[in-house]
């Protein structure tokens, strides 16, 4: 069995229906099991602590989740064309999983939602990935081969999967279609990397 991490931050609940969907996909292949978790939001002007648990839904990521997983997919909202801040301050404290190589040679994808066509969606996607390489991830994307990919005229992209808001929170057919493939294919993988 394959444990996934599906690690994310969502402000308005469309990067968390995301997670879900990629969550779905990598349930959808036998002997992988996805772990949702996210983090808290961060002050503007001081550190401070969350609880430990929250009110609702997801538990919050710990250093131990990425320690666990066999594979991770990583999302965020766009924010002037870069992750949020609570998932970067969350991924700037992982300098321990660093060291130790926790997620070396493990999988990752990442996913993003953006609130217009042109609202950097791509360079998002681009810079969730630097953290990841850093760690000696292996980064996936979206291959061409998956017919919603170029078809779609709303998210998507060879990057990782995407939202595109356009003043609506639902995800199109073809965004829910990319992050269950985006999902589906982080498993296979993670599960021919841990069985070879």
């Known amino acids: 069995m394959v444990n996934i991490l599906v690690l994310y931050y969502s402000r308005n609940g469309t ?26 939001k961060v002050s503007a002007v001081c550190e401070q602590s969350a609880d430990e648990i929250p009110e609702s839904g997801s538990l919050y990521a710990t ?4 320690r666990r997983c066999d594979g991770m997919a990583l999302g965020s909202p766009t924010h002037f064309g870069n992750m949020a801040a609570p998932l970067k301050y969350f991924i700037d404290n992982t ?23 042109h609202g ?9 990935m630097l953290p990841l390489f850093h760690h000696g991830m292996i980064v996936l994307g979206i291959p ?3 017919n919603a990919l170029r078809e779609t005229l709303t ?15 639902s995800l199109s057919k073809d965004e829910k ?11 296979q993988t993670a599960i021919k990397l841990k069985t070879s």
């Open 120 to 128: 950097g969606q791509e360079t998002t996607l681009l810079s969730m």
């Open 144 to 146: 061409s081969s998956e």
């Open 155 to 169: 998210g998507g992209t060879p990057y990782g999967a995407s939202h595109v808001n356009h003043k609506q929170h």
């Open 63 to 66: 250093l131990d989740d990425l």
């Open 177 to 187: 279609t990319l992050c269950f493939a985006l999902g589906a294919r982080l498993a």
């Open 15 to 40: 990067t968390k229906t995301m997670a879900q969907n990629i969550a779905r996909g990598i349930e959808s292949i036998s002997g992988a099991e996805a772990m949702l978790r996210t983090v808290p």
């Open 95 to 117: 300098t321990e999983a660093w060291f130790s190589g926790a997620l070396t040679n493990k999988p990752a994808a990442v996913f993003t939602s953006t609130g217009s066509m």
